[in-house]
């Protein structure tokens, strides 16, 4: 059983940047690949990024490419989602998720565990 914990989110002003932190529980993190997503208010969850098990391959929607990076540190179970430039549009709740594989192959919205998300707003 993995746990997910989702922090960092924040209200803040376009063109600024935040980093997201997802905590994981469980003692085998590293077999997990990780990804980020995020769900608007009256809009579907969509994905944001992907990242394998060792960090070594990295995935992201084309409205993340050149403002948000992925990155995870095993030896403290957590993945990051470092976001630049962010616009209003990006305001949305971000949700972390696991997946038993090292990447994250197979259906694009099929997890294993999700967190429970942390509210980004942006002002324009």
């Known amino acids: 059983q993995v746990q997910l914990v989702e922090s960092g989110g924040g209200l803040v002003q376009a063109g600024d940047s935040l980093r997201l932190s997802c905590a994981a529980s469980g003692r085998t993190f590293s077999i997990y690949t990780m990804a980020w997503f995020r769900q608007a208010p009256g809009k579907e969850r969509e994905f944001v990024a992907h990242?394998?098990?060792?960090?070594?391959?990295?995935y992201y929607t084309n409205s993340a490419k050149g403002r948000f990076t992925i990155s995870r540190d095993n030896a403290k179970k957590t993945v990051y989602l470092q976001m630049n430039s962010l616009k209003p549009e990006d305001t949305s709740i971000y949700y972390c998720?696991?997946?038993?594989?090292?990447?994250?192959?197979?259906?694009?919205?099929?997890?294993?565990?999700w967190g429970q998300g942390t509210q980004v707003t942006v002002s324009s």
């Open positions: 990242i394998s098990w060792n960090g070594v391959t990295t």
């Open positions: 998720a696991a997946k038993r594989a090292s990447v994250w192959d197979g259906p694009l919205y099929e997890a294993d565990y």
